[in-house]
């Protein structure tokens, strides 16, 4: 019914810049909170990134001063800016969104698949 479709990963050298977005599209009533979050190889899946519909933000502390959530309500996208990208930012980045489908149904929360990101030199 939902689905969520992440672009913009790839391979950045260290101290490089992505940007990251994510479409939900589908049946949709409302979307509330959106977030970002990753997964490296051999490690537990982490919160990066949410913002709410009004704007504000939360951030992981390993991410704070180089990474920027923002979102385009009307288009039901958010994105996320990475600067002063370092190795252990590579990961696979999912998106994720608390989305209401019809006016009677709880929120209820989609996931992208996911895109790479490599910060290697």
């Known amino acids: 019914q939902v689905q969520l479709v992440e672009s913009g990963g790839g391979l950045v050298q260290p101290g490089g810049s992505l940007r990251l977005s994510c479409t939900a599209s589908g049946i949709i009533f409302s979307i509330d909170v959106m977030g970002w979050y990753r997964q490296a190889p051999g490690k537990q899946r982490e919160l990066v990134a949410t913002i709410t519909v009004g704007g504000g933000t939360t951030y992981a502390d390993s991410v704070k001063g180089r990474f920027t959530i923002s979102r385009d309500n009307a288009k039901n996208t958010v994105y996320l800016q990475m600067n002063s990208l370092k190795p252990e930012d590579t990961a696979v980045y999912c998106c994720?969104?608390?989305?209401?489908?019809?006016?009677?149904?709880?929120?209820?929360?989609?996931w992208g698949q996911g895109t790479q990101v490599t910060v290697s030199s």
């Open positions: 994720n969104a608390a989305v209401k489908t019809l006016p009677i149904r709880p929120l209820r929360p989609y």
